[in-house]
């Protein structure tokens, strides 16, 4: 029976996969069910965590023949090389990862027998991608920080995908609003810092002018804020409707701390 | 007045005797046989193998801590146990021999009412050639299971770093030193905190680092690995480990099985069934653990050791300990009271009880050479069940036979581990995990055995203080200092 391959930005239905124990029909049903989802898409391999099972089975083919792999585990390496992999995952996306030539690796066939099996080329680099997903992760695992977040970034964006479902559908983890914050806090900071230096130093006449420049920088921030985030919010129907809940909070929070900062200079300088 | 005999004084053994003494109070009577004077918060000895902690620092002296809790403390290492008694007396009696300098070699037999067997492990550097022999450590590598091990690693490290000062190239090999090993975390924490002190050193550009370990995939960590929630995403320990050692340059070689060490080399054969060598400056094997070789004789003085012992040593307990298959295993294998089956009067804490199985997928290679991880007992677990037992134990003194016996599967068990990856009170890292249960449990969570909601994991600074802070904390309640109750296991 032909599966649904899951595909980003769909979070892959089981969060992690496990050794196979028990060699029965079920196993065979659900290796079958690969070959019939790689044969309809088109595909070099399935990893069974890729259409929603939570077995440690892959399937990939080798010329004409079916490979079923079940229990794997990667013993041996060799070598380093990189690749450009595309994955049914990310449909339209590839990306540069780093990979080992040549590998040896250990499973079971469906009696439950012990294999062996040397590797290298494109067949070791398709089973280093399908074991990884056995465990849990995509290739993005295996980037660098930088590559990772250049490709999560081009992701939220929906760069390459295929639809605009991306843009639309899902809710990014950054946001551009959060360096509007990010200016707010530091400003709030820099008041406190003064507010400190103001101990240590005797003309202390332009400290507290200073103060409620800054002050003023931070409320307009804050105002800058509330109104850009629920924009921002706005172009993806992904994001909860918590948004605006999350949005209030955050300005009041950054209010408080300004008038704690503020308060106390008031108290100390305020008055000089 | 009844006797409560507590053979070993580790974390399983101290738990048992130091509840039990304050529970029982000065009706019954408790004694503590274990061979060392110091006692020792064994996951502090990577730092000692790093020079960042001195021995004193890890251990303290037991005599004057039982004398402070009303334990009778003698310095000497369990022989046999005879628990039918002799042909003279029904009493059941365990023959020690001192170890303490003024009695070594004598021996010596204490009757009991009832025994704890908290030995702890035999450590088998003999198992492989070359590794050392016995239980004594060869020459050829450094250890970190004690904390004179450790010291000895600390100057041969220092020895290395010298070298390479010099401009000699250095190659570590750390691991496990056997195929049937257990403890990689230690072997863990010691090849990263070594990793962390050359940078310190200014050096890690002169050494080339290699992990050799028996586990099927980096991160297994005897547990057959665990799913962590890191993030709000769910990680795999394998990934988990696998970052760490690319980001750490540290290059690994698993499902091995070390077959023979020699001056500078190793030989191992691995899961494929492949066979190789690996050369190396400096090398930190862990060696596999066995049964202390606890004898038992029955009450016409022949051998029943089998009848009490499973064949590697470890104390038969209320485990299921019938033969199956992988497919097979159930959570409800393991022991819940750790009582013996054959001796009611006799309970196995921490390493000294035999587990049923495995927890981590049995493996072998081509050549039927078995290469998995043995499970874990130490730590949070063994205290755990060593306070299990000095309350069964407790109850059965007081209330008589029928008390209810306290349970502690480590399939209804959760655990927390903190693995250091290098010290530092600014620059240190450590991966603090809870894993639930330490057994999985297939029937209960299908899938990983385990529930991720429990299992979770996180890497950084705040956990090299939470270790660093449960090393004074667990030193502090050992030494039974005001409110150590209070504070878990």
């Known amino acids: 029976m032909v599966r649904n391959v899951i595909k980003y930005p769909t979070p892959l239905s089981v969060e992690y996969a496990t050794d196979v124990r028990v060699f029965d029909e079920k196993l065979f049903a659900l290796i079958e069910d690969l070959k019939d989802t790689i044969n309809e898409n088109n595909l070099d391999g399935l990893a069974a965590y890729q259409i929603g099972s939570y077995y440690n089975v892959i399937v990939v083919k080798d010329g004409e023949n079916f490979l079923e792999i079940i229990n794997p585990r990667l013993i041996g390496h060799s070598g380093s090389v990189e690749t450009q992999e595309t994955t049914a995952y990310y449909p339209g996306r590839s990306a540069f990862i780093q990979r080992f030539e040549s590998i040896s690796i250990v499973y079971q066939d469906r009696d439950g027998e012990d294999r062996t099996l040397k590797a290298s080329g494109d067949l070791a680099i398709l089973l280093q991608r399908k074991i990884d997903y056995t465990f849990g992760a995509t290739f993005i695992q295996k980037m660098s920080k930088e590559d990772k977040e250049r490709f999560e970034n081009g992701l939220d964006i929906g760069a390459g995908t295929t639809s605009s479902q991306t843009q639309s559908e899902y809710c990014p983890r950054t946001f551009t609003r959060d360096k509007i914050l990010l200016a707010a806090n530091i400003v709030t900071v820099l008041l406190l810092l003064l507010l400190i230096i103001s101990f240590f130093i005797s003309d202390k006449s332009f400290i507290f002018t200073s103060q409620l420049y800054g002050a003023g920088i931070v409320v307009l921030l804050d105002i800058i804020y509330f109104f850009y985030a629920q924009y921002e919010g706005k172009k993806y129907v992904g994001c909860g409707s918590c948004q605006i809940g999350n949005i209030i909070g955050t300005v009041a929070i950054s209010f408080l701390k300004l008038s704690v900062v503020m308060g106390l200079s008031y108290y100390f300088l305020g008055s000089a | ?126 198992a492989t050639p070359g590794l050392g022999e016995g239980s004594q450590l060869g020459e050829h590598t450094v250890s970190v299971c004690t904390a004179d091990h450790a010291v000895h690693a600390s100057e041969k490290l220092n020895e290395a770093i010298e070298k390479m000062k010099a401009g000699t190239r250095q190659k570590f090999l750390i691991g496990t030193g056997h195929g049937m090993c257990t403890c990689q975390g230690a072997a863990f924490e010691y090849i990263f905190n070594i990793e962390h002190e050359l940078r310190k050193a200014g050096v890690r550009d002169m050494a080339d680092m290699k992990w050799i370990s028996n586990e099927s995939f980096l991160g297994d960590f005897g547990m057959g690995g665990l799913h962590m929630k890191v993030g709000g995403y769910v990680v795999s320990s394998k990934l988990f480990a696998e970052s760490l050692f690319a980001e750490r340059g540290v290059d690994w070689l698993i499902g091995a099985h070390t077959s023979k060490v020699e001056n500078g080399k190793v030989e191992y054969e691995l899961l494929d069934g492949s066979t190789g060598e690996e050369e190396f400056d400096f090398a930190m094997l862990i060696p596999p653990f066995a049964g202390v070789g606890l004898k038992a004789y029955n009450k016409a003085g022949e051998d029943i050791t089998d009848t009490v012992f499973a064949p590697n040593g470890f104390m038969k307990v209320d485990a299921d300990y019938t033969p199956k298959p992988y497919a097979e295993w159930k959570a409800s294998d393991w022991p819940r009271t750790y009582q013996n089956p054959t001796y009611k009067n006799m309970f196995a804490a921490g390493i000294a009880f035999a587990p049923p199985h495995i927890i981590s997928k049995p493996m072998k290679s081509p050549n039927g050479t078995p290469i998995n991880p043995t499970p874990p007992r130490t730590g949070m677990p063994s205290g755990i069940i060593g306070k299990a037992v000095a309350h069964s134990v407790c109850d059965l003194m007081t209330k008589g036979d029928s008390a209810h016996l306290h349970e502690a599967s480590m399939a209804e068990m959760g655990a927390a581990c903190v693995a250091s990856a290098g010290k530092g009170v600014f620059d240190g890292t450590a991966a603090a995990m809870t894993v639930y249960p330490v057994v999985p449990d297939f029937e209960k969570y299908p899938g990983t055995g385990r529930d991720t909601d429990y299992t979770f994991g996180e890497i950084g600074l705040a956990g090299h203080w939470i270790k660093h802070i449960l090393h004074y904390l667990f030193i502090y309640k050992a030494k039974l200092n005001p409110g150590w109750t209070l504070i878990p296991e």
Request: glycine content about 10%; cysteine-free.
């Open chain 2, 1 to 126: 007045m009844a006797r409560l005999v507590v053979l070993g004084g580790g974390v399983a053994g101290h738990t048992t005797a130091t509840f039990a003494a304050k529970w029982l109070g000065s009706q019954h009577e408790v004694v503590v046989v274990t061979p060392n004077a110091k006692w020792n918060w064994i996951p502090s000895n990577i730092w000692v193998g790093v020079g960042q902690m001195t021995k004193e620092e890890v251990t303290f002296d037991l005599a004057p801590v039982y004398a402070k809790a009303g334990i009778t403390y003698h310095q000497a290492k369990a022989v046999s146990i005879n628990p039918e008694g002799a042909e003279s007396s029904d009493k059941p009696f365990v023959t020690i021999e001192y170890t303490s300098a003024d009695k070594a070699g004598e021996t010596e037999t204490i009757e009991y009412d009832y025994l704890v067997n908290a030995t702890g492990p035999k450590l088998n550097f003999g």
